[in-house]
């Protein structure tokens, strides 16, 4: 009798923590994704006053990044803004441009990284042909041809170096559905520049 | 679409909410095998850029994007050593595998000290010999020659240890041979003798910012980096780096013809497997066991004299051109003080920690400082600095090296793991700042592979915050930057030393501790005879630690009698007579009088001097004695043009290999790392509430068994 007096406290309270701890991870989860769309909308804002000719838009105070190019693709509905760099802390907020690749539309090999859980989901469905277009901060537009997706291994660096002709390359981990972060395989899809 | 389901889960009632929780789990679930396998249909077939035609070679670079038809790069290198001295051939066969006309780029590593004067391009059986020529002149020569569909190539020097060879209008499937050779002496130090040779330059750290917008360049500009404020010719001095999963390219053969002229009590090649053999005349020859090793690591030869046969002193002379030229070596008394008491010293341990160093370097420099460590007194003070791409110190300052900081240095040390990038001089202008306690040596013990692109910088710092102190440099790795070891110990009145293996730490930094610890010769300075004058290289003479030789050069219009050297061994002057009469005729020993001048006004630009004040003095000598240097280059051009002037002409760089043991990733980076841990979180969750719920259910099938064992 006594057992089963004392032992509902214990219960109700390891309950509740495993309660507690799973809401405070989805809210983590929730939370992630909600920067990610958020912080979209509010790079849209300052993308339109890039656009007005301030160069270096930070797109809230403190940010440490800002708006590089606005990136289209029509067939799929995505419309991103694509910020100064690829590190983690920009990644979180929208896909980046990687540092030391080319400059975008400046006729080299361009790279682009996002996460593949949040902004460059949409990778998995692009297919070959599919069109991409980039706004620079000049309102100048760059079209771009998916010419294909390959896997690759984090150490491939070779696929950031400079090409004689203008390509984009996009970048995100692989596999899409992994649920650890930090795996080795990239996922990588290549344009050439087009004029459509 | 996991956001959409957390908000209906705060709107449902609990019942609701069970249901979609297992809606939620079946989903994760049905997720799980996509998500840790390899899902097919995602997969589309690899894909390589640009237009690959078939037959065609393409190699990925670590270095970033891909070499396409590069012609394949063949070396022999013959060494022809006797005395004190090594006169060097480097062929370099280029073969031109593709389908159109090449022009070959090739940058590689030469010792620091080699004095090039010969240059050679070789067609078939033809051989067109190369003429030394300002450098500009030069490289307008050989462009000329390669517009007009003439073979041509061109050596010029981007460092004293590193050279480029161009070769341009080789034909499909033909094969351009370029002939190099240099003089140099040989090192001399605890009676051991060896000749170093560099395979590979090594990717080199370039800090500073890029500078503004790319020019265009002609024919420059090829490596993997691009020109920054720190370094501008960063560009130069970066050959492509292939992937390491391609295997290793750029076969090398050595051949070695060595005659030392006292018998050997052993005859080691450090880093390679070698033959050798004796003939009746002494003389050893030695080659590579497996005929040809590729060009990813130095190749070192090491030879001991017999007991008692090490030479005392030497003397190599040349009569060239109406001067006198001469080599002189001489070896100070070893064990004049040898027991004289040890001074308290303050030792400071920079060790660098960047990515070049990942791998097998920072093991042998990790076990080099643990050894350092050890060999410290009571007396002494010590501390320890790292830098990758910040410097941090161990101690604020350098504290006692009681058992109890030793112990706690060594945790450090044996902690320490390298990766980022490779900012050098605030870590030197860190060890350099303080100056010891009254009466105390401070020694800095620098421990780097040298991988960096703004050497001049680091001298100039070196130079202007030395004061008092000595710095030694330990050279670590498979490809360390010879130019920065021997000039920063120069610049730091130290010592240079060289670990390429973990197998060679302890000898090696054994013999260090004993030249740390042992009194030297200072202030040495050469007085000639009977009013003699000549022209002594190296001008400023350096000190010298235990098991070092004097080695001077000089010109001299009338050839000097006598001479006499002195200096103070350990607070007590000492000097000593030389004859100068007799000493072995050998060719080359103008050249190196010569490179030895060279280098002395290149070293003035470190201490301040500005460039064109010292350029037109080594222009002149470089001219006369035809020697390539910074500013002047050889080339050579053929008479009748091959090329169709109607066919184009393509520029390739010859990769070249990682140096051994090093990790491209920790070098080249990697792809970005692009994945939010969201889904790990929502998995948790979902599992958190899960196992709460469940809790409850337990808890309340368990609250229904007592009431039926009561009810029995």
Not at chain 2, 217 to 230: H, I
Not at chain 2, 357 to 372: C, T, Y
Request: net charge neutral; proline share 6%; aromatic share 6%.
């Amino acid at each position: 009798m006594d057992r089963h007096v004392n032992r509902k406290p214990i219960v109700a309270l390891v309950s509740a923590t495993c309660l507690l701890f799973g809401a405070w991870q989805l809210g983590q989860g929730a939370w992630l994704e909600a920067k990610a769309r958020l912080a979209q909308l509010l790079l849209q804002q300052a993308w339109s006053q890039t656009l007005d000719g301030s160069r270096q838009v930070r797109p809230w105070p403190g940010a440490d990044t800002w708006p590089l190019a606005r990136m289209q693709v029509k067939r799929l509905g995505v419309d991103q803004i694509v910020l100064a760099d690829a590190s983690g802390r920009s990644m979180a907020f929208g896909p980046g441009h990687v540092v030391g690749t080319g400059e975008l539309g400046g006729g080299g090999n361009s790279a682009i990284s996002g996460h593949r859980d949040t902004h460059f989901r949409f990778l998995q469905q692009l297919q070959t042909g599919d069109q991409l277009q980039l706004t620079l901060r000049d309102g100048v537009m760059h079209g771009y041809q998916i010419t294909g997706a390959s896997i690759h291994h984090k150490d491939e660096t070779w696929l950031l170096g400079e090409t004689k002709n203008e390509q984009l390359t996009l970048i995100t981990c692989y596999p899409f559905n992994a649920i650890v972060p930090g795996g080795p395989m990239r996922y990588v899809v290549q344009a050439r520049a087009v004029v459509f | 679409m996991p956001t959409i389901i957390t908000n209906q889960l705060h709107r449902g009632g609990p019942a609701r909410v069970k249901g979609r929780l297992i809606v939620l789990l079946l989903l994760l679930f049905w997720q799980l095998p996509q998500a840790w396998g390899v899902d097919a249909s995602t997969e589309m077939p690899s894909m390589e850029p640009g237009q690959v035609q078939r037959g065609s070679l393409l190699l990925h670079l670590a270095s970033g994007g891909v070499a396409l038809d590069a012609p394949m790069l063949k070396t022999d290198v013959k060494m022809d050593i006797s005395g004190m001295l090594a006169r060097v051939s480097v062929l370099q066969r280029f073969k031109n595998i593709g389908s159109e006309w090449a022009e070959g780029v090739y940058v590689f590593p030469l010792p620091e000290d080699a004095a090039v004067d010969r240059m050679r391009l070789r067609i078939g059986e033809r051989i067109i010999e190369g003429e030394i020529k300002e450098k500009a002149e030069a490289r307008r020569t050989y462009e000329k020659a390669k517009r007009e569909g003439k073979k041509a190539s061109l050596l010029r020097q981007e460092r004293p240890n590193i050279f480029t060879t161009a070769v341009a209008n080789i034909g499909p499937g033909e094969e351009v041979v370029v002939e190099i050779e240099y003089q140099q002496n040989l090192h001399y130090d605890q009676e051991r003798f060896s000749i170093r040779f560099p395979l590979v330059v090594a990717p080199r750290y370039i800090p500073g910012t890029p500078l503004a917008r790319d020019e265009i360049k002609g024919f420059q500009a090829s490596g993997w980096a691009k020109d920054t404020t720190q370094v501008p010719d960063a560009s130069k001095i970066t050959p492509p780096v292939i992937d390491p999963s391609h295997g290793k390219i750029n076969q090398v053969s050595i051949e070695i013809r060595l005659d030392a002229g006292f018998p050997l009590v052993q005859l080691e090649s450090s880093y390679h497997q070698m033959d050798s053999s004796r003939d009746e005349q002494g003389v050893h020859h030695l080659s590579l066991r497996n005929g040809q090793i590729p060009a990813d690591r130095d190749f070192e030869l090491t030879w001991l004299p017999a007991a008692n046969t090490a030479p005392q002193a030497a003397m190599f002379k040349q009569r060239w051109e109406g001067s006198d030229y001469a080599l002189m070596m001489v070896m100070p008394p070893a064990k004049a003080h040898a027991d004289v008491g040890r001074t308290a010293r303050e030792v400071v341990f920079v060790i660098d920690t960047s990515g070049s160093m990942h791998g097998e370097s920072i093991d042998q420099a990790r076990a080099a400082l643990l050894l350092a460590l050890q060999r410290l007194r009571p007396e002494d003070r010590f501390n320890v600095i790292q830098f990758n791409s910040n410097t941090s110190a161990l101690f604020s300052g350098a504290v006692q090296a009681t058992p109890n900081n030793i112990h706690q240095a060594m945790n450090y040390v044996a902690g320490l793991h390298a990766d980022g990038g490779t900012e050098m001089l605030s870590a030197l202008r860190l060890a350099l700042r303080e100056r010891g306690a009254e009466g105390m040596l401070r020694q800095v013990i620098f421990l780097t592979d040298g991988s960096v692109g703004n050497e001049e910088e680091l001298f100039n710092t070196i130079q202007q915050q030395l004061g008092d102190n000595r710095l030694f440099t330990v050279g670590i790795g498979s490809a360390p930057n010879s130019f920065f070891m021997s000039r920063a110990a120069q610049f730091g009145r130290g010592t240079f030393t060289y670990i390429g293996k973990v197998g060679e730490v302890k000898q090696k930094m054994l013999e260090l501790f004993s030249k740390l610890e042992s009194p030297m010769l200072t202030d040495i300075s050469i007085q000639l005879a009977d009013g003699g004058k000549a022209d002594i290289r190296p001008g400023r003479i350096p000190d010298l630690y235990l098991g070092e030789p004097l080695l001077v050069t000089m010109r001299a219009e009338q050839a000097v009698a006598r001479m006499e050297i002195s200096g103070v061994l350990d607070g007590k002057p000492w000097s000593r007579n030389i004859d100068m009469q007799g000493g072995a005729d050998s060719p080359g020993v103008h050249l190196l009088w010569a490179r030895r001048a060279i280098a002395d006004l290149m070293d003035e630009t470190a201490r301040g001097k500005p460039e064109r004040e010292v350029r037109p003095a080594i222009l002149n000598l470089a001219l006369e004695h035809k020697l390539v240097t910074k500013y002047t280059s050889l080339v050579a051009v053929d008479k009748t043009p091959a090329r169709p002037l109607d066919k184009g002409l393509q520029k390739k760089n010859i990769p070249t290999n990682l140096p051994h043991g090093w990790s491209a990733s920790k070098v080249f980076g990697s792809l970005p790392q692009s994945a939010t841990p969201a889904p790990l979180h929502l998995l948790l969750g979902v599992l958190g509430l899960l196992a709460g719920w469940l809790v409850r259910r337990v808890e309340w099938l368990l609250s229904l068994w007592p009431r039926r064992a009561t009810g029995s």
